[in-house]
């Protein structure tokens, strides 16, 4: 079955720095494989989608890889504020369709 | 105005109950989601319905039950609940048929706890 892992539970990084999460997975390539941000209490919100065949994308402060080889994803947010502190998801998409797992999460905290 | 809603946002209640958890979204969306969130923070999919169709249903005990009276609105309704169903259960829509090529915009979140 396929399995998903994200880096670290936590990370703690320091404001303006380059915050990097990977997300790693086992098995199956991912059709496409999607980020989201989730504040306590509240739900996921869309961040970006990158497919199989690409290999960045870029939103903003925003930056998504993907390598199949690797079967990994880095997503990297650039010039951090602590307004980015949360949990960051990553999603994965296979099978058609039919399968769509979500990572465990990497807790982001940025210190001022 | 909430793009995705639920209700109630807060749910106590005995094992044995039977209970539901409503959903409306109005973003015109025709795919809409089910997740639960254990106290470990995992979010699994529980179902998806495209336009009132059942199309995702993964491996849920069969005492949880969706329903979509109109593509606009899923309830989930749980029977005879037990203290492994205290979760926080979120809604999510999509645009067309969904399934991870588009994004989800997630409700608020129903905390549901079983005493």
């Known amino acids: 079955s396929q399995k998903i892992e994200q880096n670290s539970e936590a990370l703690n990084i320091q404001e303006g720095k380059t915050a990097t999460l990977t997300c790693n997975y086992t098995n199956y390539s991912p059709a496409y494989l999607q980020w989201y941000r989730q504040d306590p209490g509240r739900g996921p919100v869309f961040l970006l989608l990158?497919?199989?065949?690409?290999k960045e994308k870029r939103k903003e402060r925003l930056k998504v890889t993907f390598d199949t080889t690797l079967k990994q994803s880095l997503f990297h947010i650039t010039a951090s504020q602590p307004a980015d502190s949360a949990t960051y998801l990553c999603a994965l998409v296979w099978n058609y369709g039919q399968n769509f797992v979500f990572g465990p999460g990497t807790r982001l905290s940025v210190l001022p | 105005d909430t793009a995705v809603s639920q209700t109630p946002k807060y749910l106590v209640t005995q094992m044995g109950n039977d209970k539901s958890i409503k959903c409306e979204q109005n973003?015109?969306?025709?795919?809409m989601y089910w997740y639960k969130q254990d106290s470990k923070k995992f979010l699994k999919i529980m179902f998806s319905y495209n336009n009132k169709e059942l199309i995702i249903n993964e491996t849920v005990p069969n005492r949880f039950s969706p329903k979509s009276p109109d593509k606009a609105h899923l309830n989930l309704h749980i029977n005879s609940l037990e203290l492994g169903d205290s979760a926080v259960y979120f809604c999510?829509?999509?645009?067309?048929?969904?399934?991870?090529?588009?994004?989800?915009?997630f409700g608020p979140g129903t905390r549901l706890t079983v005493l």
């Open positions: 973003l015109g969306h025709d795919t």
């Open positions: 990158i497919r199989e065949n690409e």
């Open positions: 999510a829509s999509s645009q067309g048929r969904g399934l991870g090529g588009v994004e989800q915009f």
